[in-house]
C-alpha cells in the first residue's frame, strides 16, 4: 500500500525554523514530482513547493526565498526547510505526489511567541 507519512511539525516562535519530513512508501518514489502543500483555518488548500524528478522546484510567491524542498530518493523521503516562519504560515502542511494523487494525513505547523 501507498504511504506518505509527515513529522515535524510542531509550535515555533515567529521568525523560527522546522524542518518538516515525509516518508514514503509503496511507489517507485524516484520517479514523481512531489509536493508540500498547505491548508490554514477557512482557506483553500494551496502547493507551497514542488520538486521534479530532476530535482528542479519550483515555489509559491509567498514563501520564496524562506521555504526549501528537497528529496532524498534513496531514503525515500522529501523535506521541506522551513526559516523565518511568519505569523501567516501556520497551517497544516502536507505532502503529496501529485500525479498518481497520493497524500499524507498532515502535520501542523504553529508559529507564536
Known amino acids: 500500500q501507498v504511504q506518505l507519512v509527515e513529522s515535524g511539525g510542531g509550535l515555533v516562535q515567529p521568525g523560527g525554523s522546522l524542518r518538516l519530513s515525509c516518508a514514503a512508501s509503496?511507489?517507485?518514489?524516484?520517479?514523481?514530482?512531489m509536493s508540500w502543500n498547505r491548508q490554514a483555518p477557512g482557506k483553500e488548500r494551496e502547493v507551497v513547493a514542488r520538486i521534479f524528478p530532476g530535482g528542479t522546484t519550483d515555489y509559491a510567491d509567498s514563501v520564496k526565498g524562506r521555504f526549501t524542498i528537497s528529496r532524498d530518493n534513496a531514503k525515500r523521503t522529501v523535506y521541506l526547510q522551513m526559516n523565518s516562519l511568519k505569523p501567516e504560515d501556520p497551517a497544516v502542511y502536507y505532502c503529496?505526489?501529485?500525479?498518481?494523487?497520493?497524500w499524507g494525513q498532515g502535520t501542523q505547523v504553529t508559529v507564536s511567541s
Open positions: 503529496s505526489a501529485p500525479a498518481p494523487g497520493y
Open positions: 509503496g511507489f517507485t518514489f524516484s520517479r514523481y514530482t
